[in-house]
């Protein structure tokens, strides 16, 4: 079934191609855009999707070339093709898109799924749902969705605030596509919290779409996907992307298990067993699952759990790319990747050729840390037969699985395995999409049961090595003895020369061992350590002695004095008991948490991971081994995106929470003009306080939008004197009387570059943190204010002049831990007094859009300081003094239709502009509003606010008018979108809350311009 305005997905193409493009082939654009779990970045640079992998090939096949363009939003896309501004993309088929493009072949189903809360009756469906608030993506069906009338329709422009509203009961579901909303719900963690109602509420295809100037290729192009999909690679590509139907959660989930020993094994009567099956046995017990096994291919196992094929596999290897599209549980186990060699087999001088397991997870881990391609093998019989021909000098390979196989075809004798695994890969249970509840309730008695007695009874038994010599071998080898002796002492002599030559053979090939783990431990970038008795380090590799500052050699040694380790949350050092290096020669391990490292107090702390074990003295004379992995750059980034989003959505919620409220101000803005045009003199200034405040809370939602990015800044000159002056009126009111203020009086020739009301709101940021500060503290002390001019460049930049603004305090100081964290939104050490932790939020927020910089220095003890860095202004254009609002002028008995879907507001305005003579009728969304234009009589303009429900905005109304009613004249107004950004010329826009004197002078302009 045709789907109508179905919302852009999988967009997510590469941002680049061949590096060379044949000049004779065609070249067409297409359009991408970077959706979590769906679009996403590789290691390369490249973008990983479906829609790439397809294009590549049908474009490859149809004999063109492609030039990739980014856009922000899907929205984006979606207008950019509707323009034709792109030539091929992936979309859902619209009328929208016709005039400028083809609607070529299906490549994929698509379905349109209704998201409920958890919590919601199961018997809400798309069928039986009768009421509430449903949102819905702007630009998608839901105009044309057969819903009742108590329904109300709430169009978002952003998919995660959608979700949120639902989370926050603000909605009571939410439609949209499934394959665009289960990886956004699973990235983000609200998979648990969220579900899809079944059956979809409307299915349609996803097919490729040409610009009509290049139509000449259409017949290209649907060939290209007709051979992809008769030869099985659409097939193909849409498994491996998972683009296959949603499925509710079943009360028996099915879980596919391949023969891979020790972890799944499949018994001679078709039972699963292993420690993996067993492990997840147990877990579905503690957490009420009921389970079916069945056993697949290898070839459908390493596909993965999808729909209607399983739902889960018992254990694997937690591979990053996987963890994109399905839900993995918290891990389970760890696989050690051991290295093993041919008996006697020497490596050559570049280190031989090594072999890993091609389905590895690991795999280009290793291939980094050795700094060389490595030789792929399909199982531990072809890599067994390899090392045995001479194919391979090593292979890295999961050390019990091969160890178990080397049993079966008894060949331990001739292939040798290393001690001390350098790599290994986590292994969890892995799961389908749509199953984010059920990762969460294995979550949950996961680490309870890791640390039980009936886990380490599974690891015993399943996954230590059997011990050679068992009861039976002992008294085979007793008779033996007894008829050796028998036999008398001639072979005493031969037994000799035999154990001599043996000798001998073991020399070599403990040499050669010793040589091939020399060269591992030599190349990888891994910092390894040995620990001796007494814990001392005895062995380092070169990795090691790079991260602790040692000199080669002189080892044995002590651990460095200045070597610490860190809590990776509060950078304080680690008591003796949490820290890995002391734990690990004490008989503890550990397995890849992340710490701080510092080799000194000089140096800067590093990210790390830390794996250790206990080795055997005995046979090593090492008693514990710690691999250390620098892991700062991957954790700064992840970090880095982490408060990234969270501005995001703390910016995307103010901006909201700003929409409503202006709404509010408008409506008593608009009551008390009215009341005082007949008040009398005293009354009159009464509404005229009322009015000043209407004012202050328009500047407050105007900083909130300026934060949330969805309105434009004022920046200007603004004077330092002019703002400290009032700053210091602000100030003493709040400061306290145990608190002395010192603001200085700065030369009256000082300005700054930026916004004046955020500023001001930023400085008295700064001292109501100081206040609480000092007075959380003690009962008095001081804050002061600084000013210092110089000149600032970046990364070779010319200098530019900059005016540092300093707020200092004699408070208790912070720790590094909390100086750190201190911008971070919702992070606040206030709790107990309400402090919500935005403050300094927002104020950063400030000044990175006033393109400046915030710094904040703070010690135990010491006090904080906080430096603003503004560029600074000449002051040439001082700010103009704003005039008193005239009086409304009256109107002419124009016919008005007043479009706007609050009520309240509706009232107000329509109260105001009978009141200046103007004849209104009112309608509540811009369909109603379409509706009385052609069946009502004239109006002369359309009064209309711009975000409505309904299916169109007021700026889809105005186009309307212009193209159906084009001597209708329009007005907008907001209290959400960016004015700037309405692409209507001679449309007013007006910012909510306004005076109805610039109402009135807005509808007389209007009016009075020829044909609206």
């Known amino acids: 079934m045709r789907v109508f305005c179905l919302f852009v997905m999988l967009l997510c193409l590469s941002p680049g191609f061949a590096s060379a493009q044949d000049a004779t082939r065609p070249v067409l654009t297409v359009p991408w855009t970077a959706t979590p779990g769906l679009s996403f970045l590789s290691e390369s640079g490249e973008v990983s999707s479906f829609s790439a992998d397809l294009l590549r090939l049908v474009a490859q096949d149809a004999g063109f070339d492609l030039r990739f363009v980014r856009y922000d939003t899907p929205a984006a896309v979606l207008g950019a093709v509707a323009q034709g501004d792109t030539d091929l993309s992936l979309l859902a088929a619209m009328p929208m898109l016709e005039t400028q493009n083809l609607t070529l072949s299906a490549v994929s189903d698509v379905e349109l799924m209704l998201y409920l809360r958890r919590d919601a009756p199961v018997d809400i469906t798309i069928d039986t749902i009768s009421q509430g608030r449903i949102g819905v993506l702007r630009g998608t069906i839901s105009n044309r969705l057969a819903l009742p009338e108590a329904v109300e329709i709430v169009h978002f422009d952003d998919e995660a605030i959608a979700f949120t509203s639902l989370l926050t009961k603000e909605l009571d579901g939410v439609i949209i596509l499934h394959s665009f909303a289960e990886p956004l719900l699973r990235t983000t963690g609200l998979d648990n919290l969220v579900r899809a109602s079944f059956p979809a509420v409307r299915t349609g295809e996803l097919h490729a779409i040409l610009n009509k100037r290049h139509a000449a290729l259409a017949p290209r192009i649907d060939a290209a996907i007709a051979r992809l999909r008769d030869s099985g690679a659409l097939d193909a590509l849409r498994l491996r992307w998972f683009l296959v139907p949603a499925a509710p959660m079943l009360d028996v989930l099915t879980v596919g298990v391949s023969p891979f020993p020790p972890y799944q094994i499949i018994g001679p009567d078709g039972r699963a067993s292993g420690f993996a099956v067993e492990l997840l046995r147990a877990l579905a017990e503690r957490a009420d699952l009921s389970l079916r096994f069945t056993e697949v291919s290898r070839d459908s196992w390493a596909r993965g759990p999808r729909a209607g094929v399983f739902d889960m596999v018992p254990a694997r290897s937690i591979n990053p790319v996987e963890a994109?599209?399905?839900?993995?549980?918290?891990?389970?186990?760890?696989?050690?990747?051991?290295?093993?060699?041919?008996?006697?087999?020497?490596?050559?001088?570049?280190?031989?050729?090594?072999?890993?397991?091609?389905?590895?997870?690991?795999?280009?881990?290793i291939e980094a840390a050795l700094n060389r391609p490595l030789v792929p093998v399909s199982s531990a019989a072809a890599g067994a037969e390899a090392l045995l021909d001479g194919t391979l000098d090593a292979l890295m390979f999961p050390r019990l699985s091969f160890g178990q196989y080397l049993q079966e075809i008894a060949a331990q004798e001739r292939i040798?395995?290393?001690?001390?695994?350098?790599?290994?890969?986590?292994?969890?249970?892995?799961?389908?999409?749509?199953?984010?509840?059920?990762?969460?309730?294995?979550?949950?008695?996961?680490?309870?049961?890791?640390?039980?007695?009936?886990?380490?009874?599974?690891?015993?038994?399943?996954?230590?090595?059997?011990?050679?010599?068992?009861?039976?071998?002992?008294?085979?080898?007793?008779?033996?003895?007894?008829?050796?002796?028998?036999?008398?002492?001639?072979?005493?002599?031969?037994?000799?020369?035999?154990?001599?030559?043996?000798?001998?053979?073991?020399?070599?090939?403990?040499?050669?061992?010793?040589?091939?783990?020399?060269?591992?431990?030599?190349?990888?970038?891994?910092?390894?350590?040995?620990?001796?008795?007494?814990?001392?380090?005895?062995?380092?590799?070169?990795?090691?002695?790079?991260?602790?500052?040692?000199?080669?050699?002189?080892?044995?040694?002590?651990?460095?004095?200045?070597?610490?380790?860190?809590?990776?949350?509060?950078?304080?050092?680690?008591?003796?008991?949490?820290?890995?290096?002391?734990?690990?020669?004490?008989?503890?391990?550990?397995?890849?948490?992340?710490?701080?490292?510092?080799?000194?107090?000089?140096?800067?702390?590093?990210?790390?991971?830390?794996?250790?074990?206990?080795?055997?003295?005995?046979?090593?004379?090492?008693?514990?081994?710690?691999?250390?992995?620098?892991?700062?750059?991957?954790?700064?980034?992840?970090?880095?995106?982490?408060?990234?989003?969270?501005?995001?959505?703390?910016?995307?919620?103010?901006?909201?929470?700003a929409h409503d409220f202006n709404n509010i101000l408008a409506a008593i803005q608009y009551r008390a003009e009215l009341a005082r045009m007949t008040a009398s003199d005293a009354l009159a200034e009464t509404f005229t306080g009322i009015l000043d405040s209407v004012e202050r809370g328009s500047d407050l939602t105007r900083r909130l939008l300026g934060f949330s990015r969805q309105s434009p800044q004022a920046p200007g000159a603004i004077n330092l004197a002019s703002c400290f002056s009032a700053l210091r009126e602000l100030s003493r009111p709040v400061a306290g009387a145990g608190v002395t203020l010192d603001i200085p009086d700065p030369d009256p020739d000082l300005f700054v570059w930026c916004d004046g009301g955020e500023l001001e709101n930023a400085l008295l940021n700064l001292v109501i943190n100081a206040r609480d500060a000092i007075l959380g503290a003690s009962e008095k002390g001081r804050i002061s204010l600084h000013l210092r001019c110089y000149d600032w460049s970046d990364d070779g930049a010319p200098p530019r002049a900059m005016i540092e603004i300093a707020v200092s305090d004699t408070g208790p100081g912070m720790p590094e831990s909390v100086r750190r964290r201190a911008a971070d939104p919702f992070f606040s050490t206030k709790r107990d007094i309400g402090g919500t932790g935005l403050g300094l939020a927002m104020v950063e927020s400030f000044v990175q859009r006033a393109d400046g910089h915030l710094a904040i220095y703070s010690e135990p003890g010491h006090g904080t300081t906080v430096r603003l860095r503004l560029p600074r202004a000449t002051g040439d254009a001082p700010r103009a003094i704003a005039p008193a609002d005239p009086a409304p002028e009256p109107g002419n008995g124009a016919h008005i239709l007043l479009v706007d879907d609050q009520e309240d507001l509706r009232r107000c305005i329509s109260g105001s502009l009978t009141q200046l003579g103007y004849t209104l009728e009112a309608a509540p969304t811009a369909v109603a509003a379409i509706t009385m234009l052609e069946t009502a009589t004239h109006f002369?303009?359309?009064?209309?606010?711009?975000?409505?429900?309904?299916?169109?905005?007021?700026?889809?109304?105005?186009?309307?008018?212009?193209?159906?009613?084009?001597?209708?004249?329009?007005?907008?107004?907001?209290?959400?979108?960016?004015?700037?950004?309405?692409?209507?010329?001679?449309?007013?826009?007006?910012?909510?809350?306004?005076?109805?004197?610039?109402?009135?002078?807005?509808?007389?302009?209007?009016?009075?311009?020829?044909?609206?």
């Open 416 to 657: 040798t395995r290393l001690d001390s695994p350098l790599f290994s890969a986590e292994l969890a249970v892995a799961l389908r999409p749509d199953l984010g509840e059920i990762r969460r309730r294995l979550d949950v008695v996961i680490p309870g049961f890791l640390g039980s007695a009936q886990y380490r009874a599974l690891a015993r038994d399943w996954l230590e090595p059997t011990p050679f010599w068992t009861q039976d071998r002992v008294r085979l080898l007793l008779l033996l003895a007894g008829a050796a002796i028998a036999a008398g002492g001639a072979l005493f002599v031969a037994q000799i020369l035999r154990a001599a030559r043996r000798a001998e053979r073991l020399r070599r090939e403990t040499a050669a061992a010793r040589d091939r783990l020399s060269a591992i431990l030599e190349g990888t970038r891994h910092a390894i350590i040995g620990f001796g008795k007494g814990g001392h380090i005895a062995v380092t590799n070169p990795g090691a002695r790079a991260l602790l500052h040692l000199p080669d050699g002189a080892e044995p040694r002590p651990w460095p004095a200045d070597a610490q380790f860190l809590d990776p949350i509060t950078g304080t050092e680690l008591p003796p008991d949490s820290n890995p290096a002391h734990r690990v020669v004490n008989g503890a391990a550990t397995d890849g948490p992340l710490y701080l490292f510092r080799a000194s107090t000089a140096d800067p702390p590093r990210y790390v991971r830390v794996t250790s074990d206990q080795l055997s003295a005995r046979r090593t004379g090492l008693t514990a081994l710690m691999i250390v992995e620098d892991d700062n750059d991957n954790e700064l980034n992840r970090r880095k995106l982490d408060r990234s989003q969270r501005l995001s959505s703390l910016g995307l919620m103010a901006g909201g929470i």
């Open 324 to 365: 994109k599209f399905l839900h993995f549980s918290l891990p389970v186990q760890t696989i050690e990747y051991a290295t093993f060699v041919p008996a006697g087999g020497l490596l050559g001088a570049s280190g031989g050729r090594i072999g890993v397991l091609s389905s590895s997870p690991i795999r280009a881990e």
């Open 940 to 1012: 002369d303009l359309v009064l209309s606010d711009i975000v409505m429900p309904g299916g169109l905005s007021g700026i889809d109304l105005a186009h309307h008018l212009r193209t159906h009613h084009p001597g209708t004249a329009i007005v907008l107004m907001t209290g959400f979108a960016n004015v700037e950004t309405v692409d209507l010329d001679g449309v007013q826009v007006l910012q909510k809350p306004f005076p109805l004197s610039h109402l009135a002078q807005a509808i007389r302009d209007a009016l009075d311009t020829p044909s609206g």
